[in-house]
Nanobody
Framework: VQLQASGGGLVQAGGSLRLSCAAS????????IAWFRQAPGKEREFVAA????????YYADSVKGRFTISRDNVKNTWYLQMNSLRPEDTAVYYC???????????????????WGQGTLVTVSS
């Protein structure tokens, strides 16, 4: 099983980026999928998730209204559309997936089984 994150880069504050996470090795259509991020010197933090059952979405308060998570089950890929980017969004972004995570645990990185390698997003002021 492999998750390949891509789409990071350097963008000015107020700009947009779309991250992608391409999965291979198994089907992820019935798994909870998520994005986390880790800024230099900080712990990994939850960004967004789509729960496996029902497709409900969840966001960190810091990105709500600016970021949108989505998935394409045909392509076995999920996305993070990031708009109105701020310098504090600078981080390595990781995609993650898990087949059995509970709703109460979607924001907990340690509960996810599968991880991508990360893609760096740098937002300049």
């Amino acid at each position: 099983v492999q998750l390949q994150a891509s789409g990071g880069g350097l963008v000015q504050a107020g700009g947009s980026l779309r991250l992608s996470c391409a999965a291979s090795g198994r089907t992820f259509s019935r798994q909870t999928i998520a994005w986390f991020r880790q800024a230099p010197g900080k712990e990994r933090e939850f960004v967004a998730a789509i729960f496996r059952s029902g497709g409900s979405t969840y966001y960190a308060d810091s990105v709500k209204g600016r970021f949108t998570i989505s998935r394409d089950n045909v392509k076995n890929t999920w996305y993070l559309q990031m708009n109105s980017l701020r310098p504090e969004d600078t981080a390595v972004y990781y995609c993650a997936a898990d087949p059995s995570i509970t709703l109460s645990s979607v924001r907990m990185s340690q509960q996810y089984e599968y991880w991508g390698q990360g893609t760096l997003v740098t937002v300049s002021s």
